[in-house]
């Protein structure tokens, strides 16, 4: 059974770093399209940042701009998702998500466009 394994989660203060990972399992992710979204407690899940399955389209929400990185490992097949300069807005279960071809560059930042999804890792950034 196809599967995404997120890790890398947990505790730091505000101006930290951390870094997510996204493993596969069960199936390749590389002819896919990846993306990491969070879901902050009371609030609904919001678009992160992503990449095209080729990697040539690499996409982030305002929020994390220059602060985040995405990137991915074909030899490894994992994604990963290096995040500095952690603000306590950052605070957020991150859910990776993996979407097959064909995939349309204009749906990168839609959730709704991606098939398979890991069950999060929690992120919390304290003040």
């Known amino acids: 059974q196809a599967q995404l394994v997120e890790s890398g989660g947990g505790l730091v203060q505000a101006g930290g770093s951390l870094r997510l990972s996204c493993a596969a399992s069960?199936?390749?992710?590389?002819?896919?399209?990846m993306a990491w979204f969070r879901q902050a407690p009371g609030k609904e899940r919001e678009f992160v940042a992503a990449?095209?399955?080729?990697?040539?389209?690499?996409i982030y929400a305002d929020s994390v701009k220059g602060r985040f990185t995405i990137s991915r490992d074909t030899a490894e097949d994992t994604m990963n998702l290096q995040m500095n300069t952690l603000k306590p807005d950052d605070t957020a279960l991150y859910y990776c998500?993996?979407?097959?071809?064909?995939?349309?560059?204009?749906?990168?930042?839609?959730?709704?466009?991606?098939?398979?999804w890991g069950q999060g890792t929690q992120v919390t950034v304290s003040s």
């Open positions: 990449l095209s399955w080729a990697g040539e389209t690499i």
């Open positions: 998500a993996a979407g097959a071809r064909p995939f349309y560059i204009e749906r990168l930042n839609d959730q709704m466009a991606y098939g398979y």
């Open positions: 069960g199936r390749t992710f590389r002819t896919y399209a």
